[in-house]
């Protein structure tokens, strides 16, 4: 069983940067593939990014791109988002998930374990 732990949530103006991290604990960090979603207030879960068990590869939202990294350090059992350029449309419960196996994946359905989530709020 693998515990994910979120943090480095908070609130930012638009145009500001945060960076999240989550932790894994109870299984091998590096173990797994690993993903960021998010949830605003009354929407549905959406993708935000995705990175594979080695780190070689990545996936990001069309809205996201160009402005979020995802990187991990399998040392640590880390992985890592940074928000750049944020705006208020990126207002959102941000969760942590992990998947058994190698290569990433975009829907949260094919994840097996979730985080608690970290607030992120971008003020205009």
């Known amino acids: 069983q693998v515990q994910l732990v979120e943090s480095g949530g908070g609130l930012v103006q638009a145009g500001g940067s945060l960076r999240l991290s989550c932790a894994a604990s109870?299984?091998?960090?590096?173990?797994?593939?690993m993903g960021w979603f998010r949830q605003a207030l009354g929407q549905e879960r959406e993708f935000v990014a995705a990175i594979n068990r080695s780190g070689a590869s990545t996936n990001y939202a069309d809205s996201v791109k160009g402005r979020f990294t995802i990187s991990r350090d399998n040392a640590k059992n880390t992985v890592y988002l940074q928000m750049n350029s944020l705006r208020p449309e990126d207002t959102a419960v941000y969760y942590c998930?992990?998947?058994?196996?190698?290569?990433?994946?975009?829907?949260?359905?094919?994840?097996?374990?979730w985080g608690q989530g970290t607030q992120v709020t971008v003020s205009s």
């Open positions: 109870g299984g091998t960090g590096s173990g797994y593939a």
């Open positions: 998930a992990a998947r058994d196996g190698f290569f990433l994946r975009v829907t949260g359905e094919e994840y097996e374990y």
